[in-house]
């Protein structure tokens, strides 16, 4: 299973926000498509994603949840494009359908995918500014415990499985103010933090041979047979990240590959970041990359530009989006427990970040729903915050997760 892209958040998200202005989208409340698709939904999730089987545990913990009448917010980790509907797996199991905050992007690949995502309880959300009505919405779904609110805190597809990218604050601000509303009017909200851990459920044999085969070709190499998988991969990462160097340095350079990694990040980004005076210093990746986009979407929607200077921030969107997703990459990803699972995500996101491919290889999933965490109505200043909190329980979930269900290399 192939798909072709071509960087979709700075191409596809985008385009939909320049070619028109953002337009909210609510919820459905109905939910006779959302029940009519629950049977057919892991035969879709087969064949357009490779998900080949899935694993529900700790239902009773969610179903108590929604019998008590809480206001509940999931908090997935947010490892593949297709996580969303993942979720929607679960609602069979606690007998209740969720409401998704998506971006305004998905919802304008056509009237079928409106429909869709709508009738699943998807509503909108402008991440390229603050969407007030978007937030209002959340924080009304959890005040009057329609149904359980699905956010993910890490804010992007991570692409890899074992660790969580920063969570983001604006989870926080939604289920905060939602508690206090909730609490005056005697109820209770409450957060259930969600692990999907993805198995490789192929022939690894058959997958790397071709897949390493085909990268190998990509940077005009024979192929390395006579190194093991794990080098293999290790050498091809070297070799594409060489190649990217010599496009932006102008030569492939030295050290660490971790460190040429950040330096070329901050080579993208600075010269971005001085033109535009948005100072990145002391920011993570992700948080440097929005803050930009937000300025130069802002350009392309309202500014009175030269057909030049906007080719010229279109370049800059795709260098951001490049930049973002190199510094998606964990460090010594493979060289801590190198497993299957990491060895094909390490794969697969060379062919989506190098490529432009998008090949979804066989997996199947485990759903694992967490213990609550109380959102008290006024914020603790003393003890850990709530995004502490689930971060560290979603983190808990997931290294117990790897240990269990991550293959060894063969020998």
């Known amino acids: 299973m192939e798909a072709q892209t071509q960087s979709g958040l700075a191409t596809e998200t985008a385009e939909v926000i320049v070619a028109e202005p953002y337009e909210f989208v609510p919820p459905k409340s109905g939910t006779l498509v959302a029940r009519l698709m629950q049977p057919v939904l892991p035969g879709h999730l087969k064949r357009a ?45 606690v007998n209740s359908h ?83 509303k909730r609490r005056a009017q005697g109820g209770e909200v409450v957060v259930h933090p969600v692990a999907l851990k993805y198995q490789f459920a192929g022939d690894l044999k058959e997958t790397l041979s071709t897949a390493l085969a085909d990268l190998e070709r990509e940077l005009s190499w024979e192929p390395q047979t006579e190194l093991s998988p794990l080098e293999r991969v290790r050498k091809i990462g070297t070799g594409l990240l060489g190649l990217r160097e010599v496009e932006y340095f102008g030569e492939a350079q030295s050290g660490e590959l971790f460190d040429r990694l950040d330096r070329l990040i901050n080579h993208i980004l600075e010269p971005i970041e001085q033109e535009w005076e948005r100072p990145g210093e002391g920011r993570g990746v992700y948080e440097r990359v929005k803050a930009l986009r937000t300025v130069m979407l802002k350009e392309l929607v309202d500014g009175d530009s030269t057909a ?35 060895l094909i995500e390490t794969v697969e996101r060379f062919e989506h970040d190098f490529k432009f491919v998008d090949r979804h290889r066989p997996h199947r999933v485990v759903i694992e729903v967490g213990d609550p965490i109380p959102v008290p109505a006024q914020r603790d200043r003393t003890g850990p915050t709530l995004m502490e909190k689930i971060e560290a329980a979603l983190a808990g979930q997931l290294k117990n997760l790897a240990q269990e269900l991550n293959q060894s290399l063969p020998k």
């Open 49 to 93: 994603w490779g998900i080949v089987g899935h694993e529900v545990r700790g239902a009773e913990k969610l179903r108590a949840s929604l019998g008590a009448g809480h206001g509940i917010v999931l908090t997935p980790n947010h490892v593949r494009d297709p996580d969303a509907m993942v979720l929607g797996l679960l609602t069979k199991y």
């Open 98 to 180: 969720f409401h998704f905050m998506a971006s305004w992007h998905v919802f304008k690949q056509g009237w079928f995918q409106r429909f869709l995502v709508r009738q699943l309880g998807a509503f909108s959300v402008h991440r390229e500014g603050l969407d007030k009505t978007s937030l209002n919405t959340a924080i009304d779904i959890l005040t009057e415990a329609r149904r359980p609110l699905v956010l993910f805190p890490e804010g992007t597809v991570s692409f890899h499985n074992d660790r969580l990218s920063p969570l983001q604050e604006g989870a926080s601000l939604i289920v905060q103010r939602a508690a206090k």
């Open 308 to 342: 030049a200077r906007r080719e010229h921030c279109w370049k800059q969107l795709r260098d951001c989006t490049f930049a973002l997703h190199l510094g998606a990459y964990p460090t010594d990803y493979l060289a801590d427990e190198p497993c299957v699972e990491r």
